[in-house]
Structures are given as structure tokens and as C-alpha cells.
């Protein structure tokens, strides 16, 4: 079965850091092009960031510079650190294929809460 788990959210000042995990199982994440997303209550599902199989990254603007998407091959997890939090980054985070568009925010998900 093939299943994404989020991890390492909760509530942090603004300016603050915060990593996100996601474990895989049931399938390989060196094969995969995986992402996160986020959804804030009221807005649509957005990708945050993207790694393919090849290393490349992707950054939506406004996160550009202050998150950091990575993987461990040998833990079959995927990571977003997150710094210099701005409220505006509150939101459900969720893993999922690179390719999942509004799919991407199904699941536990785990919830970023940034404070002024």
C-alpha cells in the first residue's frame, strides 16, 4: 500500500523555522517526483516545491529563498525546511506527486501555524 506521511508541523512566530517530513512507504522516492503543497483555509491547493529524479528543485516565488526541499533515499523521506516564516505561509502542508495539482493537498496533512 502506498502511503505519504507528513510530519513536523505546529505554531511558530514569524521569523521562525520549522522542517516538515514526509515518509514514504510503499513505493521508492528515488523514482518519484514529489512536491509539497499547501492549503490555507479559503484558498485553493498550491505547490510549494518540487524535486524531480534528477535533483532539480522548484519554488514558488514567495517561498523562494526561504524553503528548502530535500530527500534522504536511505529513509525513503522527503523534508521542506522552512525559514524566516511569515504568516502568510499558515497553511495544511501535504506531500504528493509532483504531478498531483489539487490532489496534492489530500491526506493527514500537517498543520503550519506562523504568528505575527
Known amino acids: 500500500e502506498v502511503q505519504l506521511v507528513e510530519s513536523g508541523g505546529g505554531s511558530v512566530q514569524a521569523g521562525g523555522s520549522r522542517r516538515l517530513s514526509c515518509t514514504a512507504s510503499g513505493f521508492t522516492l528515488v523514482h518519484s517526483d514529489m512536491g509539497w503543497y499547501r492549503q490555507a483555509p479559503g484558498s485553493q491547493c498550491q505547490l510549494v516545491s518540487s524535486?524531480?529524479?534528477?535533483?532539480?528543485?522548484y519554488y514558488r516565488d514567495s517561498v523562494k529563498g526561504r524553503f528548502t526541499i530535500s530527500q534522504d533515499n536511505a529513509k525513503n523521506t522527503l523534508y521542506l525546511q522552512m525559514n524566516s516564516l511569515k504568516p502568510e505561509d499558515t497553511a495544511m502542508y501535504y506531500c504528493?506527486?509532483?504531478?498531483?495539482?489539487?490532489?496534492?493537498?489530500w491526506g493527514q496533512g500537517t498543520q503550519v501555524t506562523v504568528s505575527s
Open positions: 504528493a506527486s509532483k504531478g498531483a495539482g489539487s490532489f496534492g493537498c
Open positions: 524535486i524531480s529524479g534528477d535533483g532539480s528543485t
